[in-house]
């Protein structure tokens, strides 16, 4: 099997493996175990991963998102999707979860959010996209602080987007970067960019209206997470 993503919620790793989602009991690192598996449905190819509580989201590319019950890690399930078939016609690559509310990075259609209290019926909230053509933003990641989402947004850079009102979302701020990011980390105010053939580029973002790069690190080979 060929690993996709993965992601970390207490004593359990959660990850996608070819078109597998496992839930993997990591009490004992040294003997973790596969505890319950299921197919990953749709088209597509899984970029990303965000668990919260006892939701996992699964961006699938092509695919969307599938939304995955993991309440019993013993007997994960897909409880829903926000694809095609439910009049969504973008790809996304990158999840994140707040709140009942997903936040999808939707390559050229930016950053969408939806209400998924109801798994089986996701509704939209709001939508923006990163800037206008001809140097509209790509959103290939989303990361959540505060009042803010941070996005990969590949030749674009860094954009930042204020959610305040989730049924307003509003483009606040783009830096530019050297590269084309691909995927995105945060430590406190500080934003770690995979910026692909440019390394990984270091930025402050303690004014997010205002976000200033700090450094780059150059690294032989393209950086894309």
């Not at 961006?59 to 694809?83: C, H, K, L, T, Y």
């Not at 939209?124 to 990163?130: P, W, Y």
């Not at 979302?169 to 995105?184: C, E, F, K, M, S």
């Amino acid at each position: 099997k060929v690993v996709l993503c993965v992601d970390i919620q207490g004593d359990f790793a959660y990850v996608v493996a070819n078109n597998q989602f496992l839930t993997i009991d990591v009490r004992d690192p040294t003997m973790p175990a596969v505890l319950g598996t299921t197919l990953v449905q749709g088209i597509g190819h899984p970029w990303n991963l965000d668990v919260v509580g006892e939701i996992a989201l699964i961006a699938n590319g092509a695919g969307g998102v599938r939304i995955m019950d993991v309440s019993n890690p013993i007997s994960p399930q897909e409880v829903g999707a926000i694809d095609e078939a439910s009049g969504f016609d973008h790809p996304v690559y990158g999840v994140a979860i707040r709140d009942n509310v997903a936040f999808l990075a939707a390559g050229k259609g930016g950053l969408w959010l939806f209400n998924i209290a109801d798994h089986s019926r996701p509704r939209v909230l709001g939508s923006v996209l990163l800037g206008s053509f001809p140097t509209q933003g790509y959103a290939r990641d989303v990361i959540l602080q505060d009042h803010t989402a941070y996005i990969a947004a590949a030749e674009r850079g860094l954009q930042v987007v204020d959610i305040t009102d989730y049924s307003r979302p509003r483009d606040l701020a783009t830096l530019d970067t050297p590269g084309d990011v691909w995927d995105i980390a945060q430590n406190g105010n500080t934003v770690f960019l995979a910026d692909r053939n440019a390394g990984v580029v270091i930025a402050d973002v303690t004014d997010r209206s205002n976000p200033e790069l700090v450094s780059t690190l150059d690294y032989p080979g393209p950086t894309i997470g």
